[in-house]
T-cell receptor, first 112, second 114 residues
């Protein structure tokens, strides 16, 4: 599965839009991208998942360009409670359970 | 029920003890995972079970022994652990093969080895 690269940390003020980019240069045709959020001493929580173009749900948007070598998680109007670590994972569709490996993640700090 | 339940939440054990971590889900998921997470590090994959069979072992030391008694339960048996094995142990499950993998995590067991 493709290795992912993200910025180690980001800072934002409350109310701003935050964009976190993940690089996955070796993504394969049947791979998809999933983002997770993790708070301290808790398990990661699914945020959003996509294959190409744009996906939006009630908490975030995911932008994937045509070459799919990167993806951007967009969090609109962040609040203090969005302070967490965000991970992007690349997984394979339709196969057996795969080695879903976490990269370093991006530590987002939101302040007033 | 959309939860993955892990017990115990906290565990302190000596290096000579034998203990077990338990994970349970009732979402009909057929893939179950064990991850280990050290402080300020990403989760590291340990084991993957697919349809109750061990499909991936990431070269984990034999002092960690996984078991999947049925499709809803996953255990991790611990024996003769080392202090460096202290970590948050996370269990996850994912929908059946043929669907896109989406991990549902439990809250983890915080393990301290003395």
């Amino acid at each position: 599965l493709a290795k992912t690269t993200q910025p180690i940390s980001m800072d934002s003020y409350e109310g701003q839009e935050v964009n976190i980019t993940c690089s996955h240069n070796n993504i394969a045709t049947n791979d998809y991208i999933t983002w997770y959020q993790q708070f301290p001493s808790q398990g990661p929580r699914f945020i959003i998942q996509g294959y190409k173009t744009k996906v939006t749900n009630e908490v975030a948007s995911l932008f994937i360009p045509a070459d799919r070598k990167s993806s951007t998680l967009s969090l609109p109007r962040v609040s203090l409670s969005d302070t967490a670590v965000y991970y992007c994972l690349v997984g394979r569709y339709g196969g057996t359970a795969s080695k879903l490996t976490f990269g370093t993640g991006t530590r987002l700090q939101v302040t007033l | 029920d959309t939860e993955v339940t892990q017990t115990p939440k906290h565990l302190v054990m000596g290096m000579t003890n034998k203990k077990s971590l338990k994970c349970e889900q009732h979402m009909g998921h057929r893939a179950m995972y064990w991850y280990k997470q050290k402080a300020k590090k990403p989760p590291e994959l340990m084991f993957v079970y697919s349809y109750e069979k061990l499909s991936i072992n990431e070269s984990v030391p034999s002092r960690f022994s996984p078991e999947c008694p049925n499709s809803s339960l996953l255990n991790l048996h611990l024996h003769a652990l080392q202090p460096e094995d202290s970590a948050l142990y996370l269990c996850a499950s994912s929908p059946p093969t043929g669907q896109i993998e989406k991990l549902f995590f439990g809250s983890g067991t915080q393990l301290s080895v003395l």
